[in-house]
Nanobody, 127 residues
Framework: QVQLVQFGGGLVPTGGSLRLSCSVS????????LAWFRQAPGKERESVAL????????YYDDSVKGRFTVSRDDVGSMAYLQMNGLRPEDTAVYYC????????????????????WGQGTQVTVSP
């Protein structure tokens, strides 16, 4: 059974930093990828970053580029999202997710492209 369990999140002031963790069990990710999404109140869930274990590729949405960094362990079981320079508009529930299909160079952007999700963790950035 595949499970994703998230850790981290919380309340920080503008400019602060947080680190989210995602622990994956039941599936090895050494030939796959993991994405981070977020959903703000009243808005659709949007992808913000993706990390790949095959070739170490990383993708970022323009809204977080230069501020957020994804990383992963060497055995395909943990991924991280380091968030620096946080802004109030980054306030959302953040999710990690595994894609239904993935190949090197791909960045599936729609929530429907993913079949396993973490439980979500709240990130709140105060003005």
């Amino acid at each position: 059974q595949v499970q994703l369990v998230q850790f981290g999140g919380g309340l920080v002031p503008t400019g602060g930093s947080l680190r989210l963790s995602c622990s994956v069990s039941g599936r090895s990710l050494t030939r796959s990828a993991l994405a981070w999404f977020r959903q703000a109140p009243g808005k659709e869930r949007e992808s913000v970053a993706l990390t790949s274990w095959i070739n170490g590729l990383e993708y970022y949405d323009d809204s977080v580029k230069g501020r957020f960094t994804v990383s992963r362990d060497d055995v395909g079981s943990m991924a991280y999202l380091q968030m620096n320079g946080l802004r109030p508009e980054d306030t959302a529930v953040y999710y990690c997710a595994l894609p239904l299909e993935w190949w090197p160079g791909a960045w599936p952007a729609r929530p429907n492209d993913y079949d396993y999700w973490g439980q979500g963790t709240q990130v709140t950035v105060s003005p």
